[in-house]
């Protein structure tokens, strides 16, 4: 099955490949999360990624390829998991020490931010979007609407006098 000339890319390979293998990466990754599903999703996943490098992996190679893809969706998955627990449990933190009135004035603060965001010009909006949530430079966003700097610097700052009349700060 190592000849050169077979390919992962050819149908009949890559299915033999999938009768042989399919079941053996599901237990092992099984094994591992401990879900079915999850492991079905994950060798499904491992699959994809051998059909879209068929190029690139030998026949002989193809066993190895998908247990070590298996593994770092496994791993992937498992990191993801932990940064968004760890997210909950900041966020938690984080709340549970404020006052009610102060999480509905943020609350409220917040509503009249996106409000005032939305009421702003279509090229207003886009440049203070670009600026404050993408964090890009005014270069990068003069080059990036092919427009000159001293227009972005003219529509950011029209924005903010907008949201600062619309929001009206409080010092």
Known sequence: MANKKNSICEQKIFEKIYDDHAETVRNFIFYKCGNIDQAEDLTQEAFIKLWKNCSK??????????????????????????????????????????????????????????????????AQR??????????????????????????????????LLSLRKEIKFKL
């Open 57 to 122: 992996v030998l026949v002989g190679k193809a066993k190895s390829f998908l247990f070590t893809v298996v593994k770092n969706l496994f791993f992937n998955e498992v990191a993801h998991n932990k940064v968004v627990l760890k997210y909950q449990q900041n966020y938690a933190v984080k709340h549970e020490n404020q006052s009610p009135d102060f999480l509905m004035e943020e609350e409220e603060f917040m509503q009249k931010l996106q409000k005032a965001i939305s009421n702003l010009t279509v």
């Open 126 to 159: 886009e440049v203070f979007l670009l600026n404050r949530i993408d964090k890009k430079k005014y270069r990068e966003i003069a080059d990036l609407l092919e427009i000159s700097v001293k227009t972005v610097e003219y529509r950011m700052h029209n924005a």
